[in-house]
């Protein structure tokens, strides 16, 4: 098998857009990115660095008060164009994804479409802004509600799906008029770079999305710049206890979207192959590496050992690949690091007990220059162990049996995460009776990703973080409350 190369060419050049410059290097360190699928740099990149991170505020502080004054018809119309601009491009945003951090050639044109849906959702909420009156008392008074931006955003993203993450948090925070400073992430940042290039190109004024690419430096210098007046990160739980101790120096609010193992209940009454194939999507979407797979899967005795057959049957038949490969279904995950670090928790999963029912080390022969790792599923795994505590972020699933209802609810909570649980039962008050218990900001019932629509809002509990995208609570995420009281006497 011959791997196809990501072409440098056809990848974004500006890693620095401020105001109306397109700027082809930054004033930081330099740092070659790797396409993880066959370990190639795709490109040298000089990153930005904390001055231009103080560029890109000046620059979006300076267009603030006219996007902010631009009637929400005029926000919507741009937010629209951007979306057509979107389907129209997917094919060329296709490669670019594919050679960022190795997602596939598959899932792309759905990451384009996903970002078309979002600015349009958030495109028809620009234009509907509005607040309340308040009967309020104690003398005549009219009294009202209204929300407002914050004025700059900071947006942190991280490598798995940067654009993903991106749209998420910038066409809510764009539709509530806030202007923006992104840091598109050092190990992925080609969609984010041609993510702004594509707002431009939608004619939205220049300073109103300004862009950084690079490191922690970067990042930090956007959490401690008093300019920004909250930052939106995406990522792990221990940058963002980094992040919110610096957020403290200047009382800077911080949104929350973090990690997860979210927990798959398989109930016995459950149409066994749909929970399969759903309980594998865990180990498949986004190369395992997505912050809401359902990894934790844990399975009522009666069906216990008929749904390992199952799920392993139908993990042998996912194809790993060729990321650019129309067919490929597993590609890599993001580094030799990463890669190592996965490998050491399955191996001590195993110490500690875990049966290994199918999977284990690192893929050899042709994806040997790649950091591939099989589909890995560990059976009988104590949840007390660190595999079933730990966010894996590879193709990995650990199952665990459970003998009762409470004892079910009792395993799926018992965890620091928060962010996603999936339900399977064809009991219908079982479901809501479980959907209730759950400690999870997003619930999935007999299903496995459907619920990810911009207009439903997405995040965390517990560890997971808080704060909502999507949705109308996504664009509450990026308004500030004002509270006008006028005496009438
Ligand atoms: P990470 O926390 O290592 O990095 C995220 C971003 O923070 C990167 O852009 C990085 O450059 C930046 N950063 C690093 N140190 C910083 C600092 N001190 N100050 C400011 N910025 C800093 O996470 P990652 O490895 O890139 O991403 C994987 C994690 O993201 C997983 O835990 C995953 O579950 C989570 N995630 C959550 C969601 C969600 O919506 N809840 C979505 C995607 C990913």
């Not at 993450?165 to 509530?176: F, G, I, R, S």
């Not at 894996?392 to 209802?405: A, I, K, N, Y």
């Not at 399977?424 to 009776?433: C, I």
């Not at 207009?455 to 973080?465: L, Q």
Request: glycine share 12%; charged share 15%; aromatic share 8%.
């Amino acid at each position: 098998m011959t791997f196809q190369q990501p072409v440098g060419d056809t990848l974004p050049r500006y890693p620095v857009i401020i105001g109306d410059s397109l700027e082809e290097q930054g004033s930081g360190e330099t740092a070659a990115h790797i396409y993880p699928a066959t370990g190639a740099v795709t490109r040298e990149i000089r990153f930005a660095s904390p001055a231009d991170v103080d560029r890109a505020v000046a620059a979006a502080q300076a267009a603030y008060p006219a996007w902010r004054a631009l009637p929400g018809d005029k926000r919507r119309d741009l937010m629209f164009k951007l979306a057509s601009l979107f389907e129209a491009q997917a094919q060329e945003m296709a490669p670019i994804l594919v050679s960022e951090n190795g997602s596939l050639s598959l899932a792309a044109p759905y990451i384009s479409y996903d970002a078309a849906q979002k600015f349009r959702y958030y495109g028809g909420w620009a234009d509907k802004i509005e607040g309340r009156t308040v009967a309020t008392w104690g003398g005549p008074a009219h009294d009202y509600v209204s929300y407002e931006p914050y004025g700059v955003v900071g947006v942190i993203v991280p490598w798995n799906g940067p654009l993903f993450a991106a749209t998420m948090v910038l066409a809510p925070a764009l539709a509530a008029g806030n202007c923006i400073v992104i840091k598109a992430p050092d190990l992925a940042p080609y969609s984010v770079m041609r993510l702004v290039e594509l707002i431009r190109q939608a004619g939205f004024p220049p300073g109103v999305v300004n862009l950084v690419t690079g490191g922690a430096d970067v990042g930090a210098a956007m959490v401690a710049h008093p300019g920004i007046g909250k930052i939106e990160f995406i990522g792990s739980g221990a940058t963002a206890q980094k992040i919110l101790a610096n957020a403290a120096q200047t009382l800077k609010p911080v949104g929350l979207e973090l990690g997860g193992k979210s927990a798959v209940l398989v109930f016995g009454d459950a149409d066994l192959q749909s929970a399969a194939k759903r309980g594998l999507t865990g180990a498949v979407s986004a190369n395992g590496q997505g912050c809401v797979n359902g990894t934790r899967l844990l399975v009522e005795r009666t069906i216990y050992e008929p749904y390992l057959q199952m799920l392993t049957a139908m993990a042998g038949h996912i194809k790993a690949g060729d990321p650019f490969a129309g067919d490929t279904m597993l590609g890599p995950v993001i580094s030799e690091a990463s890669l190592n670090r996965i490998s050491g928790l399955v191996d001590r999963g195993v110490a500690a007990g875990g049966r290994l029912v199918t999977g284990g080390g690192r893929m050899g022969g042709d994806f040997s220059d790649g950091y591939y790792l099989p589909i890995t599923v560990l059976a009988d795994v104590d949840p007390a162990s660190e595999i079933s505590r730990t966010e894996v972020f590879g193709p990995v699933l650990v199952v665990t049996p459970f003998d009762s209802e409470e004892e079910a609810v009792a395993l799926a909570n018992d965890s620091d995460f928060g962010l996603g649980a999936y339900v399977h039962t064809t009991n219908l008050a079982r479901a809501h009776r479980v959907a209730g218990q759950m400690q999870a900001g997003q619930v999935q019932v007999n299903g496995s990703g459907e619920a990810m629509t911009p207009c439903v809002p997405f995040g965390g509990m517990k560890h997971s973080g808080h704060g909502r995208l999507g949705g109308i609570e996504g664009m509450r995420e990026f308004q500030q409350v004002k509270n006008v009281w006028v005496n009438l006497a």
